[in-house]
């Protein structure tokens, strides 16, 4: 997470926090719209769409209609955002609960050193 989210998230800044979303979302508009390479814009829609959700979220917890019902689809998301801002500022308005990054995947090192264990 760049160190402006985190600060405005930590500050409860929603001027920064609109400025990102905002910036973001007309440049994923942009990206979805012009960009050439349909191939990538397929691939890349899981997370592009992601944002969508994330970004309507922000503007419900922005205007203090959201609900911890709003943010039930962070936990079943199998797309999540590296940063996850919404979820982090969720968290620290009592909204949401859950994990700011779930362990989509075993751990490699997890299981090297189950290898290893079991060789010895």
């Known amino acids: 997470m760049k160190a402006i989210d985190k600060a405005a998230v930590d500050a409860l800044d929603m001027d ?6 905002t910036q973001t979302n007309n440049s994923f508009a942009r990206l979805k719209i012009h960009y050439r390479n349909r191939p990538f814009i397929d691939q890349a829609m899981p ?19 959201a609900t ?3 943010t039930a689809y962070i ?26 990054h779930r362990k989509a995947y075993a751990d490699f090192w ?7 264990d079991e060789t010895v």
């Open 47 to 65: 997370w592009l769409e992601r944002f969508d959700r994330d970004f309507e979220l922000f503007n419900k917890i922005r205007h203090e209609t």
């Open 16 to 21: 920064a926090l609109n400025k990102y979303f």
């Open 75 to 100: 936990d079943q998301a199998k797309h999540t955002l590296g940063s996850n801002v919404v979820a982090r500022l969720a968290k620290k308005l009592g909204l949401y609960d859950g994990p700011i």
């Open 110 to 116: 997890d299981g090297m050193k189950r290898d290893r």
């Open 68 to 70: 911890k019902a709003d």
